[in-house]
């Protein structure tokens, strides 16, 4: 035993530097004694494969002691992933197969113990989310069965934990993804409402054909700049700009930067899709607007009380409208004497409210007097009359509800539905280009830069008093910011912002 390793340190030594150590050990250790190759079959994969080199990560929710699931998805990418698999499955066990879901009973490599039967999937390199080998292990979802995948793959050295939006990453540097995919994905992930996802869906391909329309143009205008700044360099009488060689660009640069202050012009209806909208529920008082706020939130999110100033402050609701996130306010009920200081200074929270929202809903009921109490500067968005099951709507409020029946609420929904949508310019996105939704304030800061030295350009070639270049360095810099929204120029500080919000099995 002593001899065989003193003759293989010998014989290390005395190969070439060039020789590979791996090849050394499939070519002379596997023929020495049992014991020497039991010894140094660990060496042999931590050769092949760096320690960090292979990530895993649980990629569907974390079940609980109170809540488990069908299916715990468990995601390895690396070069190691089949190394890891032989690690847990039985020795006969072949390697799976690309792209064909098989079953494999997993066992603990140092108890013996068997941990789940999981469906397998095999994704080979390039071929893959990540472009690197991906391998899925698809366990039954229960805590003991995740936690005992999870700790026996902890105990392989050629694996560790995948960071935050680390499967993502390796998808982007291995050209997978562009960075417009990954801010599109990312808002995929955190969307919460129809509108939300259906931006996230469009806005890759959208925004990528607009910007790389925006980016062709630009070059075109650069190359006709870089031949006038060479012709100017070569002109010994002519120093100064003149606009008769930028005519063919000038009307190239004004149509762009018409298109980028139209497409910077939808930002505010995008922030409005991502954040929500107010919707302020506001009248007198015990005309129903806690229980209208508690039909449209489904819960008994406020007090309801015959009692009239029962709601002093205001109260809030997450509510999906129309497909869009509405944050639903129930105020305190005005009248022009307040019983008390604390009612008094719900009243003035109330106003505040209403003049603070997106969408103004005024709340009267069937017998009110409609004369007084409630009034707001301005014209409420909608008027809904409440308690219809105690009597008729009076003529001039049409839209009648009770919100203790549920007669009416349908069309009131609906009503609601369309001042909510018309608030976000829900629909605008198309493959129209101009009508692209600015979706992220990164791309509306990039494209608000661009389109001012487009301004500049054009008060520059207006003026005639500037070399050319001068002139031509703002087209330049025009297309570095829209370069900068693709990704093509500081690339790293975004992509760190943007995984920061990923979760770790994605």
């Given at each position: 035993m002593l001899l065989s390793l003193l003759l293989l340190i010998i014989l290390v030594i005395s190969l070439p530097m060039a020789t590979p150590f791996s090849s050394l050990l499939h070519s002379s250790l596997l023929h020495s004694s049992r014991p020497l190759r039991r010894l140094l079959r660990p060496l042999s994969s931590h050769v092949s494969h760096s320690p960090a080199s292979t990530i895993y990560a649980l990629s569907t929710i974390p079940p609980t002691s109170n809540q488990a699931s069908a299916i715990g998805v468990i995601r390895l990418a690396g070069p190691a992933s089949l190394e890891a698999l032989a690690a847990l499955a039985p020795p006969s066990s072949p390697p799976p197969k690309p792209n064909l879901f098989t079953v494999r009973t997993l066992s603990d490599p140092a108890s013996k113990l068997p941990l789940d039967s999981p469906g397998i999937l095999y994704f080979q390199a390039p071929r893959s989310y990540t472009g690197t080998d991906v391998l899925e292990?698809?366990?039954?979802?229960?805590?003991?069965?995740?936690?005992?995948?999870?700790?026996?793959?902890?105990s392989l050295p050629y694996l560790r934990p995948a960071d935050r939006g680390e499967f993502t990453s390796l998808a982007f540097e291995n050209g997978k993804l562009s960075l417009l995919d990954v801010e599109s994905l990312g808002s995929l992930l955190s969307a919460v409402t129809s509108t939300q996802r259906d931006l996230a869906l469009s806005s890759s391909s959208l925004s990528t054909a607009l910007y790389t329309e925006y980016a062709k143009t630009l070059l075109s205008c650069l190359a006709t700049a870089e031949a006038i700044v060479d012709f100017s360099d070569d002109s010994e009488s002519d120093t100064t700009l003149h606009t008769t060689p930028w005519a063919a660009t000038i009307p190239k640069v004004e149509s762009l930067l018409s298109s980028m202050r139209s497409h910077l012009s939808t930002r505010s209806a995008a922030r409005l899709i991502e954040d929500g909208l107010t919707v302020s529920l506001y009248g007198r008082p015990n005309v129903g607007k806690s229980s209208l706020m508690n039909a449209l939130s489904s819960a008994q999110t406020s007090i309801v009380s015959p009692i009239p100033g029962t709601t002093r402050d205001a109260v809030r609701a997450q509510v999906e409208i129309a497909g869009v996130k509405c944050t639903v306010v129930d105020t305190a009920g005005m009248r022009e004497e307040a019983g008390d200081e604390i009612e008094e200074r719900g009243i003035e929270v109330a106003r505040r409210e209403v003049e603070g929202s997106d969408v103004r809903v005024r709340v009267v009921c069937v017998g009110e007097d409609l004369s007084t109490g409630a009034e707001m500067e301005g014209e409420p968005d909608l008027t809904v009359c409440n308690k219809i099951d105690l009597g008729s709507a009076p003529p001039d409020y049409n839209l009648g509800v009770s919100a203790e029946t549920g007669a009416g609420m349908r069309e009131f929904m609906e009503k609601l539905g369309e001042i909510v949508k018309s608030r976000v310019g829900a629909g605008r996105a198309s493959e129209g280009g101009e009508s692209v939704l600015v979706a992220r304030a990164r791309h509306a800061n990039h494209v608000k830069e661009a389109a001012g030295c487009l301004e500049r350009f054009l008060d520059r070639v207006e003026e005639g008093a500037v070399s050319d270049d001068l002139a031509a360095e703002e087209l330049r810099?025009?297309?570095?910011?829209?370069?900068?929204?693709?990704?093509?120029v500081d690339v790293?500080?975004?992509l760190d912002v943007l995984f920061r919000d990923f979760c770790i099995g994605k």
């Open positions: 292990l698809h366990c039954h979802g229960s805590p003991a069965v995740i936690a005992g995948v999870l700790g026996t793959l902890s810099r025009a297309n570095t910011e829209i370069a900068r929204i693709m990704g093509k790293e500080q975004v």
